[in-house]
């Protein structure tokens, strides 16, 4: 028979693996956010992203977040962000349409892409935001659209007529197919998680007309549907910035200047549809970002002349353009040339010395930092 001792420390005694389930609590789980898209939200090799600048907001913020999606990288073949070590997945593919995520098809008799199955990735990844940037090709693809009920396209009868009757109603029918086609994915992403809350990015492309434009967006923020167990919100990307210099590439992609302005606009949206998700006001900083891919041309020497080969260091940057920068040391005078569209250049020179080479990247409307100097001998 036991003491009182012995009772008292017998009942109040617990195995030590006892007592450490007991003080474990469950897991927090983590609130996963999908990116769904065109190229605006995919971006390209050698990019900062966007997407970065969202992430770099969450952990302002202390909140953890979980991207999902089926895909990683950036538009093109390289595999290369200029942001390293960081949550990129996400569900965008470049030149795709609304239709491209679903089990349907942009024109009747056309194949089916069926590449990102949205009612697939819904279930499969259970995200609980979706932040959806689409729509831009959509509408410029219906703009520009000839068939044989209307042989001349959209846009060449706008610059004809103006907005005529007929322009008007043709603009009207093309908005209506666009909103059919977003309520239907929204639809499609809703049947396999009710709950999940929206993001939807207005077009942005400046390659749109103005009026158009507004029209599809004033669409998207009257007539895409919410329910009150999953609501949308319409992201303010039509920001008069996107037409100025610096915030995008060509009218539609995004600088890394821009980066900082879509960031902004997605976390608004995603704090005012969950903030569960993101508790505070989005506060991504409104700054000039230069554009600074690592460019590592090859430089060599081939008797009296001077070797620059850029392909690979541009094709993992998506530099579409190269500016030379060629400088004689013995006179000190430095000369310039712009090549688009061309992997190398080769320069003569007169007589032997040193010679130091740089490269300047060009893509759209946007020149890079120089690269670092590489300095070459001539015998």
């Known amino acids: 028979m036991l003491s009182g001792q012995q009772a008292s420390w017998s009942l109040s005694w617990r195995p030590g693996w006892l007592r450490s389930r007991r003080r474990v609590a469950p897991a927090a789980t983590v609130p996963k956010v999908m990116v769904v898209g065109d190229s605006v939200a ?25 991207f999902v999606g089926p895909f990683r990288w950036g538009y093109g073949e390289s595999h290369n962000y200029l ?5 990129s997945d996400h569900d965008s593919q470049g030149a795709t349409l609304i239709t491209d995520f679903m089990d349907i098809s942009p024109v009747p008799g056309a194949p089916n892409w069926g ?18 940037v689409m729509g831009n090709n959509d509408v410029n693809n219906a703009m520009v659209l000839r068939t044989l009920a209307n042989p001349i396209s959209i846009r ?22 666009v909103l059919e086609d977003y309520t239907a994915f929204l639809a499609s992403a809703r049947s396999r998680k009710a709950d999940v809350r929206v993001v939807v990015s207005e077009i942005t492309s400046q390659l749109i007309e103005p009026w158009v434009r507004d029209e599809v967006n004033d669409a998207f923020a009257a007539r895409l549907p919410s329910t009150s167990t999953s609501p949308l919100v319409v992201a303010l990307s039509d920001d008069p910035k996107w037409a100025k210099a610096g915030y995008t590439v060509d009218g539609i992609h995004t600088t890394p200047t821009g980066d900082l ?16 998700v993101l508790p505070g006001a989005a506060k991504v900083p409104q700054v000039t970002v230069p554009w600074s891919p690592v460019l590592t041309p090859k430089v060599s020497v081939s008797r009296r002349k001077v070797v620059v080969n850029w392909a690979a260091t541009a094709r993992a940057n998506t530099v579409l353009g190269v500016q030379v920068k060629f400088t004689d040391l013995q006179n000190r005078k430095s000369y310039y040339s712009t090549l688009a569209q061309k992997p190398s250049w080769t320069s003569a020179v007169k007589r032997p010395g040193r010679y130091r080479v740089q490269i300047q990247g060009i893509r759209g409307t946007m020149r890079s930092t120089w690269s670092k100097v590489y300095e070459v001998r001539v015998r």
Do not use: C
């Open 42 to 66: 995919h971006q390209f090799d050698g990019d900062v992203t966007w997407r970065y600048r969202l992430g770099v907001e969450f952990k302002r913020q202390n909140a953890a977040v979980n």
């Open 83 to 87: 942001a390293k070590n960081w949550d």
């Open 115 to 132: 590449r990102f199955n949205i009612v697939d990735e819904m279930q499969s990844l259970q995200p609980d935001v979706v932040v959806s």
């Open 156 to 177: 060449d009868q706008y610059r004809a007529q103006g907005r005529s009757v007929l322009v008007e109603q043709r603009v009207d029918a093309l908005v209506d197919g």
């Open 261 to 276: 302005l879509m960031a902004q606009k997605m976390a608004t949206g995603i704090h005012a549809v969950a903030p569960a």
